[in-house]
């Protein structure tokens, strides 16, 4: 299963599927990150976590450890 | 008859700056039932509809206090109508909200903000489509330049006097037929009008809502696994996906895009202000600018001039009262106790107004969620977030609105333990404390400055460690999932407001308690045991040296046993400033003469770690919820405060020859392995974070 964490600089990556439950989904849902979207992944933060992805015209930044509930299509 | 408005939107769309232009003056700030969420209410101007802002949310869910807020007040109270403002350039984001606010069944205008950033990107956005789309007016403005706001106005009267609410947007068919399936099972049991929201509620199996249709239960659980089963995802998801697949097709057909620019100016000062290298230098010198223009520069030029204002209107204040015979208890009270007190505090007003600006500024354009970026790694090493660096950021400005804003945090511990060590960081009113220490005893060296900082920092990261060894902070990280807005220029409307604000506050505290403050020590250093007047400047015997002498024994150990510094330290628990007035009564020719710079620096590290004033107190209480575990965060505080004063005297003491008692070295060994034991310990629940995948 390829997750989003696995998504090099620079690439774009469709997502498959959500995993986890509670708040956190729900909060990345929200955010528009839901099946079939387009995700730029932009860069790591200086430490090397968290990442900032583009996606539906806007800025977004999640840590690594989230975005491995997001599933994306090989 | 007074109508009510709700005005709801996503965070960053500039709906402060909406609420502003359309209440004006009018706004009175009150505080949403049961929790600490400020409560802006305003008179929209030339009509008689109450404006109420609601918490900047991206989601109905029912996750943070702010989405359970705006629920109820929508849900719950039914505002006669809302305005749903919508960001225009991030319109597929925005649009999530407003699809679930149209489920609502409330009558609803859609205020379209920031259309002149997307005409400049080229773009273009059909508005008659996108009113026939959405079902409901929308209307373009710019928030920022106050254009558009007529015609909001008349669009939301319009819409009230037809009471003409909004018709939902149909999802997908087949998720749609299941959402009617469970309308039927809750028919009767909630109002018509509400009916759709409590559907969908149940099928995204929200908790709350759950637990008022108990009775239907088994009935939803059926559909839901049958809804599952047929579209191979959870209920919830399926629900969120049906929802942006609409907003997808609303935006293919009311927005032209230009092109699609991955590169626009926001990437490209991102490209250098969170860059690998760069971003920490940068963050560096935007702090030490900030710092250097209010303290050291514009804001100390300012508080000079004050000052010899103050000192001027105490010599003449003083030679009337000579001059008219006015007896000396009272020219005291004026001249020393009010004047001077006061006077002490009050010209620090320049520097905090300078520092509550830029950090307005900075919050403002968008660098602020950069740095929570840029530094969240660190933080969460420590066992916080990085939006834990905002509350900090701010606290450096007061406590009080630091410690408030620790309410942007989702997870409970990490609000809490950012709640608890905020005031570590030094704030406005410890400012003139580190100032008169650095100018008295270090010959107004800025490295003081800059070392307070950085034990802030250190005590803040240190106790992030500690405290989630706590019982009642223990549990899991939180999820760090944060918007970073594109930059834009300052709204100086709303920075001039908020920094007016905040400096207010600030007066208005000098003006009541911390002149009830000064006048009690003034009454308590100027009356000896038997109630005598004994004039001002020489403390022998004063009721406050007897109090002071008692309790003094206990600071003997870190250096500064002197009963005009404890006295000093106990008023600074009224307000931080009250130090600087305490000791200008109590020690007329300084510090200098009481204690010597090891002393000195002990006696500002325990000032600037230990309990905070009782304003900064008060709102940890809120934040933390009862007085039990805040009795508790400010005995930890008080402790933290001995330990590191313990050692700051013996480190310096050392370093400056000075000489030192047995029992410093044994105070400073015992904090030294006490706060070595509780950062290795290790941690009792720490469990297993994350489910395997």
Redesign the interface.
């Known amino acids: 299963m390829r997750t989003l964490n696995n998504v090099r600089c620079g690439e774009t990556a469709k997502v498959k599927k959500l995993h986890g439950e509670g708040a956190v989904k729900r909060h990345i849902m929200d955010m528009g990150i839901t099946k079939g979207c387009m995700i730029y992944v932009r860069k790591v933060a200086p430490f090397g976590d968290p990442i900032q992805i583009h996606l539906r015209g806007y800025e977004l930044t999640l840590r690594k450890d989230d975005a491995l509930m997001i599933e994306v299509e090989e | 008859m007074t109508f009510t408005v709700a005005l709801a939107g996503n965070p960053n769309c500039g709906k402060t700056t909406l609420f502003n232009k359309l209440t004006g003056s009018s706004q009175r700030v009150g505080n949403w039932p049961g929790v600490t969420i400020d409560k802006k209410v305003g008179k929209i101007k030339e009509t008689n509809y109450d404006l109420v802002d609601i918490p900047g949310i ?2 109905l ?1 029912p ?1 943070s206090p702010e989405e359970v807020i705006s629920r109820d007040f929508i849900v719950e109270e039914r505002p006669d109508a809302l305005i749903n403002i919508v960001d225009a ?5 925005n649009l ?1 909200l407003t699809l679930q606010l149209l489920d609502c069944n409330i009558p609803t205008v859609i205020a379209l903000n920031m259309m002149d950033e997307v005409k400049k990107k080229g773009d273009s956005i059909d508005i008659e489509e996108l009113t026939k789309l959405l079902n409901c007016p929308v209307v373009p403005i710019s928030a920022l330049r106050g254009e558009g706001m007529t015609e909001l106005i008349r669009a939301l009267t319009h819409t009230m006097s037809s009471k003409k609410t909004p018709e939902p947007i149909y999802m997908d068919y087949e998720v749609e037929k299941t959402v009617s399936r469970v309308e039927k099972s809750i028919k009767g049991k909630v109002p018509d009008e509400s009916i759709r929201w409590h559907a969908i509620k149940l099928l995204e199996k929200d908790h709350i809502v759950e637990k008022d249709h108990l009775d239907a239960k088994d009935v939803v659980q059926k559909e839901i696994a049958d809804f599952e089963k047929s579209f191979d ?2 209920s ?2 399926i629900i ?2 049906a929802r ?2 609409k907003i997808e097709e609303i935006v293919e057909k009311a927005v032209k895009r230009a092109h699609t620019d ?1 590169d626009s100016l ?2 490209r000062i ?1 490209n250098i202000v ?4 760069y ?2 230098p940068i963050f560096l010198a935007i702090i030490a600018l900030v710092y250097f223009i209010s303290v050291s520069t514009v804001g100390a030029w300012g508080t000079e001039w004050l000052g010899g204002l103050f000192s001027e209107i105490a010599s003449n204040v003083s030679s009337w009262c000579i001059e008219h015979n006015v007896s000396p208890i009272l020219s005291g009270l004026l001249v020393d106790g009010i004047i001077g007190g006061v006077g002490a505090v009050l010209v620090f007003v320049p520097q905090m107004f300078v520092l509550f600006l830029l950090m307005c500024i900075l919050e403002d354009v968008g660098y602020m969620s950069r740095i929570a ?6 933080f ?1 090493y420590f066992g916080l977030s ?1 939006k834990s660096f905002i509350p900090i950021l701010v606290g450096t400005g007061c406590g009080v609105p630091g410690i408030m804003s620790s309410r942007t945090i ?1 997870s409970e511990r990490d609000r809490k333990i950012t709640a608890m060590t905020v005031t570590f960081m030094p704030c406005g009113a410890k400012l003139p404390v580190i100032a008169l220490i650095a100018s008295a005893l270090f010959g107004g060296n800025w490295l003081i400055g800059l070392f307070c900082y950085f034990l802030g920092i250190v005590c803040v990261l240190m106790s992030g460690i500690i405290l989630k060894k706590w019982r009642s902070l223990a549990g899991d990280p939180a ?8 930059y834009h220029r300052p709204a100086w409307d709303n920075i001039f407001k908020t920094t007016f604000d905040r400096t207010w506050s600030f007066i208005k505290r000098a003006g009541t308690i911390i002149l009830l403050a000064c006048v009690l020590v003034w009454f308590l250093s100027s009356f000896n045991t038997s109630l005598v007047f004994i004039g001002s400047g020489s403390q022998e015997g004063s009721i406050l040296q007897y109090i002071g002498q008692s309790v003094c024994i206990l600071f003997a150990p870190i250096g500064w046993g002197s009963w005009e510094l404890t006295v000093a330290t106990i008023t600074g628990l009224i307000t931080k400033e009250n130090i600087i007035g305490s000791i200008e009564i109590m020690a007329p020719s300084g510090i200098e003469s009481i204690v010597g710079p090891a002393a000195g620096l002990s006696f500002l590290v325990f000032n600037l770690i230990c309990a905070p004033c009782f304003a900064a107190i008060g709102s940890m209480r809120m934040e933390l919820g009862n007085w039990r575990i805040t009795a508790l965060a400010v005995a930890y505080q008080c402790l933290l405060a001995y330990a590191v004063s313990s050692i700051a005297f013996t480190v310096c003491s050392i370093i400056t020859g000075g000489a030192m008692s047995t029992l410093t070295m044994a105070t400073c060994a015992i904090s030294v392995f006490a706060l070595l034991y509780l950062i290795i310990a290790k941690d009792p629940f720490l469990q297993k ?3 395997e ?1």
């Open positions: 991206y989601s869910s996750y350039t991030n319109l597929e984001r999530f995802d959870e919830d998801s969120a996906n942006y697949e991955l926001s990437d991102d969170t860059h690998k290298y971003s920490l970026f840029v530094l969240d790694r660190v969460r990085g989702e999820p760090f999932i944060m918007e970073l807005p594109p974070r994350r489910p995948e």
